[in-house]
């Protein structure tokens, strides 16, 4: 059976999400992986993850365009710590990848959607970088809105728990800052989450799934 998978924010933790990828048997000529972006900066390793990205994406998971990512397309080499010709090469890899993508009932984005807005008029900053006007809004598309850039610790949860909003499923558990890095699985309801600091304990719960909520049953 296939499985529908999201990720976002993983922040140099490429080894965490190879770990969790092969922790639920992730199978890429049957399954969907979605990466929703911010794949750099904060964590050990950003060059490596865009590294592990880019094999994901050429074995067929969809890898969107996150903030920090943008802020790679204007980084200097020595800004970036790489060389010359190594960044380049990742600018040239993150000018390929969507800013959003839809699946069945999802839709894919890094940091949300202006409401009212047709999706091909929004600008790339708001769909990296939007807040409040996306997090605050009813829900006014007939998909459900999967994102991440606002780690779910900023929307009064706790760090290792998902955010359900309206028509909206925030699933940033904070890699960045120092919490935990999620994988998602759409299908079947559940969230495996992992640890940056203790890479050993990966922790599994069941998601809240609601008809009304627009998640599947």
């Not at 050990?44 to 890898?63: F, H, N």
């Amino acid at each position: 059976m296939s499985e529908v998978y999201a990720v976002s924010d993983v922040h140099g933790y490429g080894y965490l999400l190879e770990t969790l990828l092969r922790h639920v048997h992730y199978d890429p000529e049957v399954d969907r992986l979605f990466l929703l972006g911010d794949y750099v900066n904060k964590g050990p390793d950003s060059a490596g993850t865009l590294d592990y990205v880019e094999e994901l994406r050429d074995s067929g998971a969809i890898a969107l365009q996150g903030n920090n990512e943008r802020k790679w397309l204007h980084h200097r080499p020595e800004q970036a710590g790489l060389a010359a010709p190594r960044l380049m090469k990742y600018q040239q890899f993150i000018t390929t990848m969507p800013l959003w993508t839809e699946y069945n009932q999802y839709l894919f984005v890094h940091a949300g959607v202006r409401p009212g807005i047709p999706l091909h008029a929004q600008s790339p900053e708001e769909l990296t970088e939007i807040r409040e006007p996306f997090l605050l809004s009813p829900r006014w598309l007939d998909k459900m809105i999967v994102f991440g850039h606002t780690s779910t610790f900023r929307l009064g949860v706790p760090p290792e728990e998902l955010w359900y909003g309206d028509g909206k499923l925030g699933i940033d558990t904070g890699a960045g800052h120092g919490y935990y890095l999620s994988l998602i699985n759409l299908t079947s309801g559940i969230q495996w989450s992992i640890s940056v600091t203790r890479p050993e304990n990966i922790t599994c719960r069941k998601m809240k799934i609601t008809g009304a909520s627009g998640l599947p049953k």
